[in-house]
């Protein structure tokens, strides 16, 4: 495995007000944790594209590179104002949501930053499910052609317990699949398997060769180790699978109760002694 990450979002603005802090600083924190990697989401304050300049753009990756940061993946911020919904009816939401794509492509090309991830959108009420998988199977086929040229890689995310197009690792398999690109993968969040009251473990094998990218949550979006996930199969499965990706926690973010750096120091020290146990 290439790491540990840590997501941005109990640092920010995004989902539900919680504790919000500049980006220097979250990476301060995170690199002072022992973590290897950052997962940015797109969000204000830290990383909404427009609110960018080149000049904080290179500050920023000249901070990652000083803490020895890697950026293990980026994400857009859905919903709010703007929806960047892939597959809303309103063509012009479309038409915005993959500019706005390209915009966060781009950007992890400029912070060195592998991977972006797909939250392909969700089904609005009037629009087929069919019709709503088309319009985000057209606008990942458009983003994906633009992130080959950068070197970026699209992974798709099944999100059942935030949206109702891409539930399962079937769906977030075929989405791909049918892009034909060789740079759209598949990830999956440990969170969302157990929302459906499915095996985490499970999405690893059924994923296999197509996985690209892991999200580390317990149930209730508490740290790995203090819900009901089993993550000693998860770790498994992934050694099984000979998964060369990182392991970005994404917890912490669902309440305004939640203090960010506990959340970030508990998550490591559980998942660090889990590993060792696989050595």
Not at 127 to 149: C, F, I, P
């Amino acid at each position: 495995m290439k790491g540990i990450s840590f997501n941005t979002w109990p640092y920010s603005g995004f989902p539900v007000w919680v504790p919000s802090y500049p980006l220097d600083d979250v990476i301060n924190r995170i690199s002072s944790f022992g973590y290897d990697a950052i997962e940015i989401g797109c969000a204000s304050p830290h990383a909404w594209p427009d609110y960018l300049s080149q000049e904080r753009r290179k500050e920023i990756g000249a901070l990652l590179k000083q803490k020895n940061l890697a950026v293990s993946a980026m994400l857009p911020a859905p919903g709010g104002g703007p929806g960047v919904n892939a597959s809303s009816p309103l063509a012009e939401e479309r038409a915005f949501t993959v500019n706005h794509y390209k915009e966060v492509v781009r950007l992890a090309s400029e912070w060195e930053c592998p991977t972006v991830i797909w939250v392909a959108g969700w089904v609005v009420h009037g629009t087929s499910q069919q019709d709503a998988w088309n319009y985000s199977l057209e606008g990942l086929g458009d983003v994906a052609k633009y992130a080959k040229e950068l070197g970026v890689t699209m992974v798709v995310e099944p999100t059942p317990a935030d949206s109702n197009l891409i539930e399962t690792a079937d769906d977030a398999l075929l989405l791909s699949e049918q892009t034909g690109a060789s740079n759209v993968k598949v990830m999956f969040d440990t969170f969302h398997a157990l929302y459906r009251n499915e095996v985490a473990s499970d999405y690893v094998y059924r994923m296999a060769d197509k996985l690209h990218h892991v999200h580390i949550a317990d149930s209730d979006r508490l740290p790995p180790g203090q819900g009901r996930c089993d993550f000693p199969a998860v770790l498994k499965a992934l050694k099984d699978i000979k998964y060369d990706g990182y392991l970005s926690m994404e917890v912490g973010f669902h309440t305004r109760q939640a203090e960010p750096d506990w959340y970030a120091r508990t998550s490591i020290e559980y998942l660090k002694a889990e590993l060792a146990k696989l050595d």
